[in-house]
């Protein structure tokens, strides 16, 4: 427990995550907010397309969380932490539980705030939580942000550069996953995007929406492999922890 | 007490630190010496379990480091100065350290104190001047009162006030019975500081010895003596089987004492104009000593100085060869 109260004061006293923190929120809230204002019969509205934002956001909780350990590479804490704890896996596994557990807590709130926010402006009955699917879609983001969490976590203990972890993880998602990728399966007759770790990530929110079908964070594909939302979310933080258990035991390799 | 035998590191295909075996023991100041690029932090490191030994092992008080349960108690340690978070403040940074082994927050602020940091506690290390960064960490490796201190170049780049105090310091802290081992590439600053010292050169063992030993068998005591007549009084030294050079104008004599020339010149009513006890340059009989170890030998000039001088200590030092006379 001592751990997890060393990793919490680290991550707040500095300011990074309260700066992400608001950037998320904002976005979040933000574009819920415009998006229940200009929609249509073109752009229909829905539980899901009002976590527009969030998907955004989930880039800045990518960055937060790599920082939250590249920092301690790049000004050296991270030898005075493994010097005070020399159980390196205690100490990491810890850090990953306290970043989580707080952009779960971001994405969670977030969600719920751009929905409140959307419906209010928008007040269409389709925005109402009547569904299991839209309750998943909303606090969702909460799991979802966890997930980001280990991940980010995961690449930026094996790059431990700040730089270098964010820009493999961006490039990934924004790059490979949603250009490079689909290309690819559209030239050589493959379906290997539904294979892809954010892909099954957006997929757990927007799945059986008709509004977003195709088109939502999930992305053109809609035969996912396993077997809806929830089998999306599972692969999706499978692969998330698998990269943070490699990540662990490198980092118990390597000279510190 | 931390005890090294045959640690050895490798990287690739240079070897950091090649055999070395050494003991720091308690109560006393412990210098580890080496030309820069000699394997000091490399070792520091090891001893610390950040980096694994190749081969070999390094244990305090018996137990390997990563043995240690809440290992802020046992050893404190100073690497880099600078190794803290520039947002955090440096009461933030010795709470998170203090938490990790169970040290009350009390004793964050009694350290504090202790270096003279309370009033600037709050503010971010990252406005901190070096001298301040090293006394922060300081501060850290005192928070859990251990028996054995390590401090890796703690003196580097801090204005002599600094160096006064952090001598001072790790000194005190020896007096208390703690084992203090602080390594330096600077002789002269180990030879006021440490009462023991580790010489190592490109990563192995030179020497282990008290300081006052070293000093000793690596410089040569002479004496320096001008006199209007001095052809007379080389004459008078050269019978008694004492070695005499000429220099810059006066005599230097090996293996006399002061009192001995002074009473060889009175009895033979040979007027002296000065009598001067010489010990030959630290730095010059460490450079002699690690010559062969240095990594990264200069090929300009200034070398080309010193060992000219070198060579000069090293004529006088011989009886029957260059100017001297027997």
């Known amino acids: ?86 159980n390196r896996t205690a100490v990491l596994v810890a850090k990953t539980v306290v970043v989580a557990v707080l952009l779960g807590l971001v994405g969670l709130v977030t969600a719920f705030a751009a929905w409140g926010v959307a419906y209010l402006i928008n007040g269409s009955p389709i925005l109402a939580l009547d569904t299991t699917g839209e309750w998943r879609a909303v606090a969702g983001e909460g799991l979802l942000y966890a997930g980001y969490a280990i991940i980010a976590i995961g690449v930026g203990l094996l790059v431990r550069q700040t730089a270098g972890a964010i820009a493999l993880l961006l490039v990934w998602a924004l790059v490979v996953e949603t250009i490079v990728v689909p290309i690819l399966d559209a030239a050589l007759k493959l379906s290997t995007s539904r294979w892809l770790p954010f892909a099954n990530a957006g997929n757990f929110i927007t799945a059986g929406d008709a509004a977003t079908t195709g088109q939502g964070r999930g992305g053109a594909v809609t035969d996912y492999p396993f077997g809806g939302p929830w089998g999306s979310l599972g692969y999706f933080m499978a692969i998330a922890v698998a990269v943070l258990v490699i990540g662990i035991v490198v980092a118990h390799r390597r000279d510190a | ?254 293996g006399a004492t002061g009192q001995e020339i002074g009473e060889l010149a009175a009895a033979n009513g040979v007027v002296l104009h000065e009598l001067t006890m010489q010990r030959g340059s630290l730095e010059q009989a460490f450079m002699q000593m690690t010559g062969q170890d240095v990594e990264f030998h200069t090929a300009v000039a200034p070398a080309g100085h010193d060992q000219a001088q070198l060579e000069a200590a090293l004529v006088t030092a011989q009886p029957g060869q260059g100017r001297t006379e027997s």
């Open chain 1, 1 to 86: 427990m001592s751990l997890l109260a060393v990793e919490r004061i680290k991550l707040f006293s500095t300011r990074s995550p309260w700066w992400c923190t608001a950037l998320v929120l904002t976005i979040g809230v933000g574009l819920g907010a415009l998006i229940s204002a200009v929609s249509s019969a073109d752009f229909p509205i829905s539980v899901p397309v009002t976590q527009a934002g969030l998907g955004l956001g989930s880039f800045i909780a990518l960055v937060l969380a790599a920082i939250a350990i590249t920092s301690e590479y790049r000004f050296g804490t991270i030898r005075a932490t493994f010097t005070a704890v020399p």
């Open chain 2, 1 to 254: 007490m931390i005890e090294a035998t045959g640690l050895t590191k490798r990287y690739g295909r240079t070897l950091a630190v090649n055999d070395l075996s050494f003991t720091a023991q308690p109560g006393r100041v412990t210098g580890f010496l080496g030309p820069n690029g000699a394997g000091k932090s490399t070792t520091m490191r090891m001893v610390l379990g950040l980096d694994r030994p190749t081969a070999g092992d390094v244990r305090i008080g018996g137990r390997h480091y990563t043995e240690l349960k809440r290992p802020l108690h046992t050893v404190g340690a100073l690497l880099e100065a600078k190794w803290t978070h520039p947002n955090r403040s440096a009461r933030a940074h010795l709470r998170w350290l203090a938490r990790s082994n169970k040290i009350p927050f009390t004793r964050v602020e009694e350290v504090l104190g202790l270096v003279g940091l309370a009033d600037v506690a709050g503010k971010r290390t990252g406005g901190y001047s070096l001298g301040m960064s090293q006394r922060l960490g300081i501060a850290a490796a005192l928070l859990g009162d251990p028996q054995v201190l390590l401090f890796d170049e703690p003196v580097n780049g801090l204005d002599p006030e600094g160096i006064a105090w952090i001598r001072t310091f790790m000194q005190s802290l020896a007096a208390q019975g703690r084992t203090v081992f602080v390594s330096s590439h600077l002789l002269s600053e180990m030879a006021i500081t440490a009462s023991e010292l580790v010489v190592i050169g490109r990563g192995r063992l030179i020497t282990q010895c008290s300081t006052a030993d070293f000093v000793e068998n690596a410089t040569e005591a002479t004496v320096r003596v001008r006199s209007p007549q001095a052809d007379r009084l080389r004459t008078l030294l050269a019978s008694r089987g004492r070695t005499v050079t000429e220099m810059d104008g006066g005599l230097v004599v090996v």
